[in-house]
């Protein structure tokens, strides 16, 4: 039998798939090739395949692996570079001169693994991506066989990587024909924020991301400032902008979206557009909270990221989902506002739908592409085990993480990476920022 043939079931104590919805108990998947294509009690599963093999995984929950909504991965160089700094200033006096100076397809590359390794090792299978030099961090996504989405940057002032809003609008057009066909990849346009992208580049990134049937992704409403800034401007908060430009639509992806008044919360569900909420960014940046309960009261898709490893200052989605939980109950005075169960799916399918990406990633289901994780409950911190969806948002650490799939290959195997020396990542990264931190004193 080959390999592509060979059933492996994955039996967990407790599974949560997702759809439906809660967990349930004793139940497990099988897996063949890259693809889930069964689900049942333990029992059925090795009846059905005599010949499987399995992985039993007493204590551990099994869940569809996590998607983190938004980052940029090679910013994991530049962690804790600066911090404590409000948004322009942490961007215009340290960012952006740091990018300016190392951001190469070398330095993309390195950080892009080191992301890829932390995510992994966290539960998180896949991420949707926003940086310089996307064709790098894309070899090295596939060369660590890691779910992306990708990126292709526009913004209108210069770069390493690009000139200008017209540089990169080209440079994204050939990319997305590039990389149209990839396995495990997806792409997305990515005007940078409103405030760094003028009207006609705007609208022309839109044409292509259309053209293309790519979602767009793009910062909107991250600080007051922002919206402060672009009223004085144009006398137009900036999602209003994005409204008469025709911009936002069931494809426009808005991430931050901390400040929101009734008539964006309109525009919101007038164009059904999709958000990316980063609560843990949001309150380092000082930025504000955005509104989660309501935007899914009203039937807003809606996903959950870390950012970048500078503004975070880790890619852990589990504590991503634990503040997100509770600062929606903190914003709103309200216990029941973004309970477990819909924080989970907002992490999984939610993400998933909000890239477009559902009928492949975000629950354990037959023909969707075997994209799970393991996480052991059997330890002080998460026991008893009475609802394992609670123990996963309001107990679990990333490393209780113990088995990671993607695609149907597994990458992490008891809390350890089976492709690659994690310390030998570790020591390149620390040249690296040996280099950085020599540079950045002179
Ligand atoms: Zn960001």
Redesign the pocket.
């Known amino acids: 039998m080959s390999a592509q043939n060979h059933v492996t079931l994955i039996l967990p104590d407790w599974l949560i798939p997702i759809v439906p919805s809660g967990f349930f108990h004793q139940e497990g998947i099988a897996i063949q090739g890259d693809r889930i294509v069964d689900k049942g009690s333990h029992e059925e599963l090795r009846h059905r395949y005599p010949a499987a093999t399995v992985t039993r995984l007493p204590g551990h929950v099994l869940l569809p692996g996590l998607i983190n909504i ?1 980052t ?1 991965a090679a910013m994991t160089l530049l962690r804790g570079l600066a911090d404590d700094l409000p948004l322009m200033i942490w961007l215009q006096q340290h960012i952006w001169p740091a990018e300016g100076r190392f951001v190469a397809p070398d330095f993309v590359a390195m950080g892009t693994r080191l992301a890829i390794v932390e995510m992994l090792q966290g539960g998180t299978t896949c991420f949707n991506d ?1 940086y310089f030099f996307p064709d790098a961090a894309i070899a090295m996504a596939q060369e660590m066989g890691m779910r992306m989405v990708a990126g292709h940057v526009i913004i209108d002032f210069p770069t390493t990587y690009t000139r200008n809003a017209e540089d990169a609008l080209r440079l994204a057009e050939e990319q997305i024909a590039r990389f149209a066909k990839v396995p495990m990849l997806r792409q997305t346009v990515a005007p940078h924020a409103p405030y760094s992208v003028a009207n006609g580049a705007l609208q022309e990134a839109a044409a292509i991301a259309r053209q293309s049937g790519l979602p767009i992704h793009m ?1 909107v409403h991250e600080t007051a400032a922002e919206v402060r800034d672009a009223l004085q401007r144009d006398n137009r908060r900036p999602l209003r902008r994005l409204a008469d430009l025709g911009v936002l639509g069931p494809d426009f992806l808005a ?1 931050h979206m901390t400040q929101l008044d009734e008539e964006d919360l309109a525009l919101c569900r007038e164009y059904k557009i999709a958000i990316g909420h ?1 609560p843990e ?1 949001n309150l380092k940046l000082g930025s504000g909270i955005a509104p989660v309960a309501r935007l899914l009261e009203q039937g807003q898709r809606l996903g959950i990221g870390t ?2 490893a500078a503004s975070n200052n880790d890619l852990d989605m589990l504590s991503e989902l634990r503040t997100a939980a509770l600062l929606a109950k903190g914003r709103d005075q309200d216990p029941t506002a973004f309970p477990a169960q819909q924080v989970l799916r907002a992490a999984t399918l939610g993400a998933a739908e909000a890239l477009g990406w559902d009928q492949e990633i975000g629950s354990l289901e037959p023909g969707k592409a075997a994209d799970c994780i393991a996480i052991d409950l059997d330890r002080p911190a998460s026991t008893p085990v009475y609802d394992p969806i609670s123990q996963v948002v309001y107990c679990a650490s990333r490393d209780q993480v113990q088995e990671v799939w993607v695609g149907g290959r597994r990458k992490i195997y008891r809390g350890q990476a089976l492709e690659w020396q994690i310390p030998e990542v570790v020591a390149e990264a620390h040249l690296w920022a040996q280099r950085i931190r020599k540079e950045a004193k002179q």
Do not use: A
């Open positions: 938004h940029h926003m910062h991430i980063c960014s950012d970048g």
